[in-house]
């Protein structure tokens, strides 16, 4: 079985691309990603001479270099989860985000539609998404997979856009997928421009820790390898034409969340008790934040048997654990020195 796995040196693509490639000896992994800034071949260091793995570098905005490696190899599954991710960013440039979420979606929806045209059965084009895409909840009430889509910033309504686009090709092309919408991921590889790895290394170099307007903002945080293991149990059991929300039974407000990490952090780093919590600094609140986000996973622990692994505090200790180990990963990222990885392993 040939998979493709789009945005795979990406936060969450690196642990599905590692997993797939390791549980899997009989299939063959393509990891599809044009390596922006938030793509890093690093977090793959430890697969990327396995026999069953190849690394493609294309963006899904070049319409021409998706449909020559579609001509190429015939997948019988995309996982597609290349994407620019990042809230703050959609709202400084929001075309971006329809480029790539929305065009690139297309790009490889088209390419699938065109390759599979004569022949769906046991071809799957799974989409992964996010819970942003149901916009913001009050103090009570879940997202179920049947929730309105509502959604408040660019990224939110260019993924919103890509899951209409997909749920449209199944609808009039036949096209077989699957969608499932995630919440909040944290764990080993975040881009420090997130919250929980922002925080950490901030609290490391004794900066300012930003806290967006009250910090009475609540996420759903889901440890990012049990996202990977959902989307492994999703491509094989998962029913074609289904929504599946992912997520982590696991609220928070940030405020709560960021003096929790403050505290295992000073223990970690044998500072007095209260020395990160000195950072806080309340900063100018996100245009259009969204006030909660909470999901009902309980489709998925139904029908498919999965659930978290870990609570969040083993999950958190294990991602600080995983930033104060590896010190050159976060020098690399910070500096821009982690781009020069893929000239030195694949064009020199
Ligand atoms: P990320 O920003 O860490 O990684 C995105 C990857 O996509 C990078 O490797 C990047 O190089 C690649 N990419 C970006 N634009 C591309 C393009 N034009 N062509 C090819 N590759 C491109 O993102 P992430 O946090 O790993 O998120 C992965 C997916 O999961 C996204 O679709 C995101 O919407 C979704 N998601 C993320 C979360 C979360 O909490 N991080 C939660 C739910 C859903
Ligand atoms: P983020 O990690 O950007 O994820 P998302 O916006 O997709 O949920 O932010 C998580 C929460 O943390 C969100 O409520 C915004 C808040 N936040 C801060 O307060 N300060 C920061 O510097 C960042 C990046 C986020």
Known sequence: MKVLVTGGAGFIGSHVVRRLVTNYPD????????????????????????????????????VVAINDLFSKHTFDKVIHLAAESHVDRSIEDPLAFVKTNVIGTMNLLNACKETWKHNFSNKLFYHISTDEVYGSLGEDGLFTETSPYDPNSPYAASKASSDHFVRAYGETYGLPYIISNCSNNYGPNHFPEKLIPLFINNIIEMRPLPVYGDGKYTRDWLYVIDHANAIDTIIHNGEV????????????QNIDLIRLLCKIMDGKLSRKQGTSETL?????????????????????HKELGWKPSVTFEEGLDQTIDWYLSNPKWLEHVTSGAYKDYYTKMYLS
């Open 27 to 62: 299939y063959h992994i393509y990891n599809l990603d044009a390596l922006t800034y938030a793509g890093n071949l690093e977090n793959l260091r430890d697969i990327e001479k396995a026999s069953n793995y190849t690394f493609c570098k294309v963006d899904i905005t070049d």
């Open 241 to 252: 034409g289904s929504t599946y929300n992912i997520g982590g039974f696991n609220e928070w």
């Open 280 to 300: 806080i600094t309340y900063v100018k609140d996100r245009p259009g934040h969204d006030k909660r986000y909470a999901i009902d996973a309980s489709k998925v």
